[in-house]
């Protein structure tokens, strides 16, 4: 690096080990990059994954994390048009049509290399590939923007590309409450859907989504328990959405659907387990499809997505996700891992 800066980064450099905070080397953005102060940075449950070894064999240790947040440009690369320093930005590991940059790379005190992908944000200063920033739409407050690198679009982005035509006594299925399916029950309430259940085994979580509007919250013994009593007809859940990454929730996902069900899967189990579902329910007309939030365009849509955010109160917001200083990450971590927090926001003040 011929010119750099010191900053403090939280480190995986040990599975199902907490992170290590300590002050690395970043240089200057390549032609591709933009060098940003970080503000708000959310945990989602991919990065939980990441640390507990869920997705396999981590051959890039040790390496930076996150994937959604918000901040302000300090410096770009030559060949970065659409944005300059000052610009209040949304970071995300959603990708924009553009080709990746050059993974960006960090050392520490030694020298030794320190990996990264094309957006990490569990750090004070960060560089980013142009493709990974999106501007902040105005009078948006950086905290509730950080919420648009990940669980707004995908929680929007799964019920908008996959939502059709809907009777008025058919229902529709959140399966986890995290903050993806929190942003997935507001969107089904933002386009008049009425009969919106949600199955979590947390009931705090389910507090919350009955706090947005979704009336019909249980845990899955509860809703199981319901349907074999006939208090809900099985034959009108014509969607059901899979966000919780639990083996057994995908598949009943699945199984409670009507005949012609769709059922979209978008939450992430451990690497290399797998689901089972009956063939014959496909054979007889039921459909299982997957969703990333890559899927739709967040650039695309990012304007949409703020015009149903707005019209929320924001405290409502921000009371489901509590602030951790970037000091406390590990303790978020725990929190979240737990089960005692939605989703936690670390704050880079």
């Known amino acids: 690096m011929k010119k750099s800066y010191n900053t403090k980064f939280a480190i995986l450099k040990e599975l199902r080990k907490p992170l290590v905070i300590q002050n690395l080397k970043i240089g200057e953005p390549n032609s591709h990059q933009l060098l940003v102060k970080i503000k708000y940075s959310y945990i989602c449950g991919s990065q939980l994954n990441e640390i507990n070894g869920n997705k396999g064999r981590d051959k890039f240790l040790p390496h ?12 770009i690369g030559k060949k970065v048009n659409n944005f300059k320093p000052g610009d209040k930005v949304i970071l995300s590991w959603i990708k924009k049509k553009e080709k990746d940059s050059r993974n960006p790379y960090y050392l520490d005190n030694k020298n030794n290399l320190i990996n990264s992908g ?15 920033v999106y ?17 707004i679009p995908t929680g929007f982005g799964i019920i908008l590309k996959n ?3 809907i009777k008025k006594n058919e229902f529709v299925g959140v ?13 089904l309430k933002a386009i008049g859907i009425k009969n ?36 809900i007809n099985k034959n009108l859940i014509k969607y059901n959405f899979e966000i919780s990454g639990n083996i057994k929730m995908m598949e009943m996902a699945f199984h409670n659907l009507s005949s012609n069900g769709i059922c979209v899967l978008a939450g992430n189990i ?25 899927d739709l365009s967040l650039e695309n849509n990012i304007k949409k997505y703020y015009g149903i955010i707005k019209k929320l109160k924001l405290k409502k917001i921000r009371s489901a996700f509590p602030e951790y200083d970037f000091k406390k990450i590990n303790l978020a971590i725990k929190d979240f891992k737990k089960g005692k927090i939605l989703r936690p926001l670390i704050s880079f003040k």
């Not at 993806?180 to 029950?185: D, E, K, R, T």
């Not at 290399?272 to 990333?292: A, W």
């Open 196 to 231: 919106v259940y949600a199955i979590d085994k947390n009931k705090k979580n389910l507090n919350i989504a009955k706090k947005f509007g979704c009336k019909n919250a249980y845990t899955l013994e509860e809703f199981n328990k319901n349907i074999i009593n006939s208090k």
């Open 64 to 75: 930076t994390l996150g994937h959604e947040a918000s901040g302000v440009v300090l410096k």
């Open 118 to 132: 094309q957006v990490s944000t569990f750090s004070k200063l960060s560089l980013v590939a142009k493709n990974r």
């Open 163 to 165: 939502i059709n035509k």
């Open 270 to 294: 451990k690497y290399g387990n797998k689901v089972k579902v009956n063939p014959y329910d496909l054979i007889f007309g039921k459909r299982i499809y997957g969703f990333s939030g890559n």
């Open 175 to 187: 399966y986890g409450s995290g903050g993806v399916g929190i942003m997935a029950i507001i969107a």
């Open 135 to 151: 501007k902040i739409p105005k009078n948006l407050p950086m905290d509730i923007a950080a919420l648009f690198g990940c669980a």
